[in-house]
T-cell receptor, first 117, second 110 residues
Framework: SAVISQKPSRDICQRGTSLTIQCQVD?????MFWYRQQPGQSLTLIAT?????????ESGFVIDKFPISRPNLTFSTLTVSNMSPEDSSIYLC??????????????FGPGTRLTVL | LAKTTQPISMDSYEGQEVNITCSHN???????ITWYQQFPSQGPRFIIQ???TKVTNEVASLFIPADRKSSTLSLPRVSLSDTAVYYC???????????FGKGTRLSVIA
């Protein structure tokens, strides 16, 4: 298993500013992902955070808006840049952990609730 | 990635067995079927995962027919605390990130 913590747990920000969300895992993991969950909606994958290389972004998400760092196998950050009210969401960090011979289990952090005014 | 279809919502009384069926017609040979549970203000939590036939753990059972084009999550004797959103996901079990569908919102009534 994996225990994931995120900071901050919530924040209220002004339009045009940026917020960096931290994700810390209690063990080294190869796979780390960032998701967004807008109010009342399902989770949407933003990107895969790659250690030692640039993140892999999903369609609709770009590095300039959501820069991601992955300096080591236990830590990642997601920055939400130049925020607008449409960025108000819960942002979740997730990791993949080997759970069997041939498959992994994905664990999720508690999320960061962001409100942009 | 295989697309999944599941009911948007379900209601159940306490103590009843709840079965949530998910369709995944274009599941690939190396895909696993995984179910997650999400309570409000929390991240999703793994419930159960299977490849074929039946899998049971302390929380739920997962039934998968031979053609694997659908699966059924069975929650025995639900309680109010089982009120949550349940997601059915199909994929290669962690080698690529999970892609979430809309999920099923289960409401358990006293």
């Amino acid at each position: 298993s994996a225990v994931i913590s995120q900071k901050p747990s919530r924040d209220i920000c002004q339009r045009g500013t940026s917020l960096t969300i931290q994700c810390q895992v209690d063990s080294q993991v190869t796979m780390m992902f960032w998701y967004r969950q807008q109010p009342g909606q399902s989770l949407t994958l933003i990107a895969t955070a790659n250690q030692g290389s640039e993140a892999t972004y999903e369609s609709g998400f770009v590095i300039d808006k959501f820069p991601i760092s992955r300096p080591n196998l236990t830590f990642s950050t997601l920055t939400v840049s130049n925020m607008s009210p449409e960025d108000s969401s819960i942002y979740l960090c997730s990791v993949g952990v080997l759970a069997g011979v041939s498959y992994n289990e994905q664990f999720f952090g508690p999320g960061t609730r962001l409100t942009v005014l | 990635l295989a697309k999944t279809t599941q009911p948007i919502s379900m209601d159940s009384y306490e103590g009843q067995e709840v079965n949530i069926t998910c369709s995944h017609n274009n599941i690939a040979t190396n895909d696993y079927i995984t179910w997650y549970q999400q309570f409000p203000s929390q991240g999703p939590r793994f419930i159960i995962q299977g490849y074929k036939t039946k899998v049971t753990n302390e929380v739920a059972s997962l039934f998968i027919p031979a053609d694997r084009k659908s699966s059924t999550l069975s929650l025995p004797r639900v309680s109010l605390s089982d009120t949550a959103v349940y997601y059915c996901l199909v994929g290669d079990a962690g080698n690529t990130p999970l892609v979430f569908g809309k999920g099923t919102r289960l409401s358990v009534i006293a």
